[in-house]
């Protein structure tokens, strides 16, 4: 049923049709509106015997889903930022322990300074902690992609995060065509744990791994991580031939046709991208946009086919190795490599900054005229940079940056956000 | 108390004469269908406490769950020593996941449970004071606060004998670790730091808080049996000496622990809903240093010269437990 909702509604109304049966989670902005969603369907006994817990904390939740888990149930809860860290220690743990656990990143900066904003330097930071991480573009997109998630971690016996940007989907209102429960069921079967905690079949779970067996294990596990890529793929096509839409897959060209530029981005800037390549295209540029929907596991192979007959290549991306550039740049330039085709690095949107057109359209402009250093931040305010670095060879000082950055802002009048 | 408890001091050696008691009465470990959940051939120490609690523990609670159990353990010796891959001491369905989660990881499987409409299978997890007092001590919490259907054990060798005995938040006073070294002005763990989990624990409410130590099996079986026979979130704190970390002769480690109880420095008590409802009474008090001098980690306060203030002060913590939790009649309030 189409219906206008928030972005965080459809994802928990698509959670509720996947048969959730454990649900925990900590209250984090901007994932609250789901998780309340949920809280509340569970209690007016919407969602069958589901268990809604209210946990002391990220690590808890996520604690709670792998027991819940391990004992057979479907398991689901969603967090962002903070407290994607705070459970990180769970994150490798539900991945190594092969837990099909689906979890909602309402992606968002990682402080200090805080910053509740979108970024994508959550989900980054734990991009190879195991999980399947799916990036979703648009509100009905993140809807498909969990109840695409939930069939691909059961069948994989894997973790799946469904990333989607905090606040620029979760709070948006956006028509989204929800599935009914028959179709869901029909293309989700009942959840079936190939080994379980049960008392008729008692089993060690969790078992201490040495040097003898780890690289073993490890290597088994990026064979499923690759396997992954032939079943991301196949349960799009399957999800797309029973509802009728495209949604996630591995990734999506946009007017790739001759272009010589392609951007390559994550998640719900790829609207502003396609709008950005509409206007150079009518400027009589070449360009075109590649977005990626599944970043772990990484599909160089069909990423480098789809950039191979280019000449250059953009990565506009929502984080920072600090001290590096690019994360996904890096991974783009594996996928490339061997074939002289120049990545260029331009990192935008950090903390919720936004990211226009107008913009995306001169950092196409700059790259193709070489005249962007390497990583670009995309509408740096050079101005407050340059005097903060100025005041620094000035006087040594140490502590936190923040408060002279915003002190020099505010001295300019110039918006923060 | 309403009746007499039966003693084991008859033959003077503390034998626990399992032929003096009525069949129903003996203990879980005399029986012929005991589980042997964690089996023999594990890897602990020779002495250990733990080894020996979480053994009767465990089969206490499947004779009560009527083998319908499920068993969650937090990192520490007792994973390490029972699951090296690929082999494994327990019998029953068990799972480690991370040091500072086995209370959410129980709640999870007891969620799960309620979730499938199964109450046939109960829940336990299990932990040394590392996981429990310190870094699992939110989950714990959080666990204790929803009152989710786990009956949780600590093993308490007050510090992390894993890591190679560092202090932890239930190492005692004066005690030497290897974080708390038996050097400078004041020798040992400070005074005055540390954390009560039990009265921790009752402060949430919970239905049944229990103190136990492997002096006693008998009583810690039978604290077990009563906690299973409950419901909602349960804690059972348990004295287990560690020769190792403490430097006891491993064929001490019951006397150790009994010492400890006979002293008064490790009180047991049940409490539910917050109030200590039962305590086991001191037979014949002993003073700190009997149970001191067994352990080389409060060597320095005997050499190279007797510290007087230090056994004083370590006797105070003994006589208050004892006048608070009434462990001899006479000074029962």
């Given at each position: 049923m189409r219906a206008q909702l928030e972005g965080s509604q459809a994802v928990a109304e698509a959670i509720v049709l996947c048969r959730p049966e454990v649900i925990a989670a900590y209250p984090i902005s901007p994932q609250t509106h789901i998780v309340e969603r949920l809280s509340r369907m569970v209690k007016q006994g919407d969602v069958g015997r589901c268990q809604y817990l209210n946990v002391e904390s990220e690590f808890g939740a996520l604690s709670v889903l792998i027991g819940a888990s391990a004992a057979g149930a479907r398991t689901y809860t969603a967090t962002t930022s903070q407290g994607l860290l705070f459970m990180a220690e769970a994150v490798y743990n539900a991945a190594g322990l092969g837990l099909p656990i689906v979890m909602t990143i309402a992606n968002r900066a990682v402080g200090a300074p805080i910053n509740i904003w979108n970024d994508h330097s959550d989900s980054m930071a734990l991009r190879d902690a195991g999980w399947i991480q799916l990036y979703a573009e648009t509100n009905q997109e993140a809807a498909d992609l969990h109840i695409q998630a939930f069939r691909l971690a059961e069948e994989l016996s894997c973790p799946v995060m469904v990333c989607m940007d905090g606040y620029i989907l979760t709070h948006a209102y956006e028509p989204v065509d929800l599935p009914d429960q028959a179709s869901v069921d029909a293309f989700l079967p009942a959840f079936s744990p190939v080994q379980l905690l049960d008392p008729s079949e008692p089993i060690s779970i969790g078992a201490m791994v040495g040097p003898e067996a780890f690289t073993e294990v490890k290597y088994l596990a990026h064979q499923q991580h690759l396997r992954a890529l032939t079943l991301v793929q196949d349960i799009s096509d399957s999800f797309e031939r029973q509802f009728h839409r495209q949604s996630g897959g591995l990734c999506t060209g946009y007017r790739m046709t001759d272009?010589?530029?392609?951007?390559?981005?994550?998640?719900?800037?790829?609207?502003?991208?396609?709008?950005?390549?509409?206007?150079?295209?009518?400027?009589?540029?070449?360009?075109?946009?590649?977005?990626?929907?599944?970043?772990?596991?990484?599909?160089?192979?069909?990423?480098?086919?789809?950039?191979?007959?280019?000449?250059?290549?953009?990565?506009?991306?929502?984080?920072?190795?600090?001290?590096?550039?690019?994360?996904?740049?890096?991974?783009?330039?594996?996928?490339?490599?061997?074939?002289?085709?120049?990545v260029h690095t331009v990192i935008a949107g950090l903390g919720g900054r936004s990211i226009s057109t107008e913009s995306l359209k001169q950092m196409v402009r700059d790259v193709r005229a070489e005249r962007l250093s390497e990583p670009h931040f995309l509408d740096l305010n050079l101005r407050v940079v340059d005097e903060e670095l100025a005041r620094r060879r000035e006087q040594r000082r140490a502590g936190p940056l923040a408060e002279q950055v915003i002190r020099a802002v505010n001295a300019i009048g110039t918006k923060v956000v | 108390m309403t009746t007499q408890r039966i003693k084991f001091y008859q033959t003077g050696t503390y034998t626990a004469g399992n032929r003096l008691l009525d069949e129903e009465a003996r203990t879980v470990q005399s029986r012929m269908d005991r589980t042997n959940s964690l089996n023999s051939g594990h890897r602990a120490c020779q002495g250990c406490g733990e080894a020996l609690g979480a053994r009767y523990a465990i089969d206490a609670a499947m004779r009560t769950s009527k083998n319908r159990l499920i068993a969650i353990?937090?990192?520490?010796?007792?994973?390490?020593?029972?699951?090296?891959?690929?082999?494994?001491?327990?019998?029953?369905?068990?799972?480690?996941?991370?040091?500072?989660?086995?209370?959410?990881?129980?709640?999870?499987?007891?969620?799960?449970?309620?979730?499938?409409?199964?109450?046939?299978?109960?829940?336990?997890?299990?932990?040394?004071?590392?996981?429990?007092?310190?870094?699992?001590?939110?989950?714990?919490?959080?666990?204790?606060?929803?009152?989710?259907?786990?009956?949780?054990?600590?093993?308490?060798?007050?510090?992390?004998?894993?890591?190679?005995?560092?202090?932890?938040?239930?190492?005692?006073?004066?005690?030497?670790?290897?974080?708390?070294?038996?050097?400078?002005?004041?020798?040992?763990?400070?005074?005055?730091?540390?954390?009560?989990?039990?009265?921790?624990?009752?402060?949430?409410?919970?239905?049944?808080?229990?103190?136990?130590?492997?002096?006693?099996?008998?009583?810690?079986?039978?604290?077990?049996?009563?906690?299973?026979?409950?419901?909602?979130?349960?804690?059972?704190?348990?004295?287990?000496?560690?020769?190792?970390?403490?430097?006891?002769?491993?064929?001490?480690?019951?006397?150790?622990?009994?010492?400890?109880?006979?002293?008064?420095?490790?009180?047991?008590?049940e409490a539910r809903a917050g109030s200590v409802v039962d305590r086991m009474k001191i037979r014949r008090k002993v003073s700190v240093e009997r149970y001191l001098e067994l352990q080389s980690r409060f060597n320095h306060l005997f050499k190279p010269c007797r510290n007087d203030a230090a056994i004083a002060a370590i006797q105070a913590i003994a006589d208050e437990n004892i006048a608070t939790y009434g462990l001899i009649d006479s000074t029962r309030p």
């Open positions: 272009a010589d530029t392609i951007v390559i981005a994550l998640g719900s800037v790829i609207g502003t991208i396609q709008e950005a390549v509409d206007g150079l295209r009518n400027e009589g540029i070449a360009v075109g946009c590649l977005k990626i929907s599944c970043y772990r596991p990484f599909p160089s192979q069909q990423i480098r086919a789809a950039l191979e007959s280019s000449s250059r290549v953009i990565v506009v991306e929502k984080d920072l190795a600090v001290g590096m550039g690019g994360i996904v740049s890096a991974d783009v330039r594996m996928a490339l490599n061997g074939l002289h085709i120049p | 353990n937090a990192t520490g010796c007792l994973e390490v020593f029972s699951s090296p891959y690929p082999e494994s001491a327990w019998q029953i369905p068990w799972m480690h996941s991370l040091f500072g989660n086995a209370p959410a990881v129980a709640s999870g499987v007891a969620a799960a449970l309620r979730a499938k409409g199964r109450d046939d299978v109960k829940v336990v997890a299990q932990g040394g004071d590392g996981a429990t007092v310190d870094i699992g001590f939110g989950c714990l919490s959080g666990m204790f606060e929803r009152n989710d259907d786990v009956l949780y054990l600590c093993y308490d060798n007050e510090a992390y004998m894993n890591t190679g005995v560092q202090r932890s938040g239930s190492t005692p006073p004066f005690a030497r670790t290897n974080t708390t070294q038996a050097v400078g002005e004041a020798p040992g763990n400070l005074v005055g730091t540390g954390k009560n989990v039990p009265l921790i624990a009752m402060a949430h409410g919970i239905p049944y808080v229990a103190t136990a130590s492997v002096a006693d099996l008998h009583d810690l079986e039978a604290k077990v049996t009563t906690a299973m026979s409950m419901n909602g979130a349960r804690y059972i704190h348990i004295h287990v000496p560690c020769p190792l970390g403490w430097g006891s002769d491993p064929a001490h480690t019951i006397k150790v622990a009994r010492m400890a109880v006979e002293s008064g420095l490790f009180p047991l008590f």
